[in-house]
């Protein structure tokens, strides 16, 4: 049976608000074992506790959340399956607005924000051909596929890299667009291959080598914001920062 072009029927029923919920749930554990508590819902959805809490409510009721008196807010499976189809027309939508439309990486995230709630599962397919399914969007987050497997990137936070480690870039937060541009005018991108040379702990800096070039130094939000792949030597010495 062909696809439709009228939104998404993956999370048919689910209003935007909704579905950013499960996507807000779905990111904070994606990098983490952590647990996301309301608070930090609220904090990353950019909206009020109440506002938070009731929408965390609906969705439970829903039996697309559980949340538990004073602990943390999980997706159930259903929840799961359909916090990875917002998640997938999200970071399809990134990877195209960069790879056809000439997007910087710090731009795409709010402008995907908007397109992912209105998108058709037949436009989906079309920009999913067109792009040669990837499985990573221009910030290496794993693109979940359309039969909700999620590729396994591996990779780990610079942070945790020794001095003398060697890594290649395969992940840099988006949270904040200004860290993203700040990476972009250093030359760190996607496949980047970095050194590890030394930890300033008390001056809460990295300084690491970009790939076989120059030195600099990162301070700790910085290097919180990069996740790396054990390094290998066919990698090129600048990274696919747009």
């Known amino acids: 049976m ?5 939104p998404s029927s993956t999370t048919a029923g689910v209003t935007p608000a909704a579905e950013d919920c499960l996507k807000t749930v779905y990111a904070a554990g994606e990098w983490s074992d952590a647990k996301i508590t309301l608070s ?5 959805m950019g909206v009020s506790a109440s506002t938070a ?4 409510r609906k969705l439970t009721d829903a039996g697309l ?47 995907a924000e908007v397109l992912e709630h209105v998108v058709s599962d037949r436009m ?4 999913d051909a067109r792009l040669g399914h990837p499985e990573r969007d ?17 990779a780990h936070n610079l942070s945790d ?18 860290v993203l541009r700040y990476f972009a005018e250093l030359g760190i991108g996607l496949d980047l291959r970095l050194e590890v040379l030394q930890r300033r702990e008390f001056a809460g800096t990295t300084v690491v080598r970009l790939g076989a070039g120059r030195e600099v130094d990162l301070g700790d939000p910085a290097v919180a914001a ?6 290998r030597g066919d990698v090129p010495e600048q990274g696919g920062a747009a």
Do not use: C, K, N
């Not at 990069?226 to 390094?231: A, E, H, S, Y």
């Open 53 to 56: 809490s009731e929408a965390v």
């Open 161 to 178: 890299v020794p001095e003398g480690g060697v890594g290649v870039v395969a992940r840099i937060s988006d949270a904040d667009p200004d």
């Open 124 to 127: 989906l397919d079309r920009l």
């Open 2 to 6: 062909p696809r439709t072009s009228t």
């Open 40 to 44: 930090m819902l609220a904090q990353s």
């Open 226 to 231: 990069i996740w790396v792949l054990p390094g």
């Open 65 to 111: 959340l559980r949340h538990e008196r004073y602990g943390g807010v999980e997706l159930t499976d259903e929840g799961r399956s359909r916090a990875l189809a917002v998640v997938r027309r999200h970071r399809l939508l990134e990877t195209f607005l960069v790879a056809d439309l000439g997007y910087s990486w710090d731009e795409v995230h709010e402008e």
């Open 138 to 154: 221009p910030h290496g987050d794993p693109i979940p596929r359309a039969d909700g497997t999620v590729p396994q990137p591996g």
